[in-house]
């Protein structure tokens, strides 16, 4: 039987239960997953990692726009989340290299079909941006 519900409202219905009636979804997973996800360096970072495991001097590299601070937090949030393997090898210096878990691998297959539709995209969206604007300033 599938019990799943069948229409936003119900969804929203079912997260609210999770909470125990409360009107904060708190605990709704899809805003929960999605918060992470979502940040601007994060579907770079997850494509890169996709490709084959890297060191942070090579990940800072391939995004040469992204702050050393930036990408720290960046790599300690998906592994907070558990889409990052962080590795530390005892050399000297220590190296370290990032590489994308199980649970990372099976996340970027549905990322990488939306940032490949977001590439096919943009040139529409970005029209329909200027349209707008366009509209809004008269």
């Known amino acids: 039987m599938d019990t799943r519900p069948a229409n936003l409202r119900a969804k929203i219905e079912s997260y609210r239960a999770m909470n125990g009636g409360e009107g904060s979804f708190a605990d709704c997973p899809v805003r929960d997953v999605i918060a992470n996800i979502g940040g601007k360096w ?3 970072i997850m494509m890169a990692l996709a490709e084959q495991p890297y060191r942070f001097g090579q990940l800072r590299r391939l995004v040469p726009d992204i702050s050393q601070r930036m990408l720290t937090q960046t790599l300690r949030d998906l592994q907070r989340d558990g889409y990052v393997h962080r590795e530390v090898f005892p050399t000297k210096p220590p190296s370290v290299e990032y ?6 691998h099976s996340m970027f297959e549905p990322l990488q079909a939306l940032m490949q ?3 096919r995209n943009h040139d529409a969206v970005r029209k329909a941006r200027t349209r707008f604007d366009e ?3 008269r």
């Open 42 to 44: 994060n579907s770079l």
């Open 99 to 104: 590489s994308l878990t199980d649970l990372g």
């Open 117 to 119: 539709w977001a590439e």
């Open 135 to 137: 509209a809004e300033a």
